[in-house]
């Protein structure tokens, strides 16, 4: 194992996690990132109906093992499914803040709770909360992390409150699906694709930024392409994942997702996708649950970042440039910045 802090800082600006396994932020730290399940334990499936057979399948297996089952709620296709097949009483978690970002969600999650007899809780997200919460999830993730994660768990030690001893979540579905349009869509260039998914660019906020192409290179094709599929399949699934993973660890409550069992049996059909029907086959098992409904558009689980980091000036430490443009920066980007900030503060040697 190798500790390099300018390394892991550009790696955590760049795709919001370290992507090489042997690198550290320090001496006796160890990050953890998610294992895929490989393919050859993954179910096929080629209609909608599948998917609503084995999540059937799934769903009563965890019965077996537990009484209490809960839900991570949103008010997009994906928990809505999975909410279906949950038992009449099950707690179901959404998030709320004052900043308005979740009303749209909490509207469709109360109707998703409605229907199949779910007992609905509205968690906070507030300020307050990233700062309780963060140096709880980054002290077990030995790095910064993704905003998500400290809602999460709060969420996760609520539902253990509420005697939940296994929460559900669908956060895989976009990965699996197709769901991620605006990204594998496009016909990309290697360097415009390096561009577009980079979150933050380190040269832009570091005074030693390292340069993170080399996570890019192994999925080049040709002279100026690049495999975009398998880039996601390997990379963003990790991201992505290891912040559920790591968020119900600290707060010891075990989480399970029905979608990352499945696999397409047949080829993402591209024209679907560019023409308005991503997660054409999930938008099918939507459908099916709630014919009543108008399939929501898709939208990734909102974070009150926008409004919480509106004005803060920006990081001070000599880690970070004091001439970045905060003014062009999102609200998850700002959110980075502050949580790498705090991260060194609480663990810099």
Partial sequence: MEANKDFCLSSYMAFRYIWRDDMNFYKGFRHQNYQ???????????????????????????????????????????????????KPGSHAYT??????????????????CQKFGLQHHLV????????????????RKFAPVHSIEAQIYKAAIMAKKDGVEMILTG????????????????????????????????????????????????????????????????????ESSSSYLNAF?????????????LKMADPLDMNRVRN?????????????????????????MPRPVDAIFKGWGGPKRKEFRQDIPMAQLTGNQKWQLWCAELFLDLFDC
């Fill in 171 to 238: 956060e895989s579905a976009d990965l699996v699906f197709g769901g991620m349009d605006k990204l594998i869509s496009p016909e990309w260039t290697f360097d415009a694709f390096v561009k577009r998914y980079t979150f933050l660019d380190p040269a832009l906020v570091l005074t030693q930024p390292v340069s993170q192409t080399a996570c890019f290179e192994p999925y080049r094709r040709g002279s100026d392409g690049i495999d975009v599929m398998q880039f996601m399949d390997d990379i963003f699934s990790i």
């Fill in 36 to 86: 895929a399940i490989p393919d050859e334990e993954r179910i096929l499936v080629k209609t909608s109906e599948d998917i609503d057979l084995q999540i059937h399948n799934q769903v009563a297996k965890l019965y077996e093992q537990y009484d209490n089952i809960g839900i991570l709620l949103s008010g997009g296709m994906d928990s809505a499914n999975l909410a279906a097949y949950l």
């Fill in 276 to 300: 308005g029907e991503p997660k054409y086959l999930v938008r099918g098992l939507y459908a099916m649950k709630y014919p009543e409904l108008e399939i929501p558009f898709k939208m990734p």
């Fill in 124 to 139: 906070e997200i507030t300020f307050d909360d990233y700062k309780r919460y963060a140096p709880i999830v980054m002290a």
């Fill in 249 to 261: 660890g600290a707060a010891q409550l075990p989480y399970y997702d029905p979608y990352a069992k």
């Fill in 95 to 112: 998030f709320v803040s004052d900043t308005g970002v979740f009303d749209a969600d909490v509207e469709r999650a109360r109707k998703y």
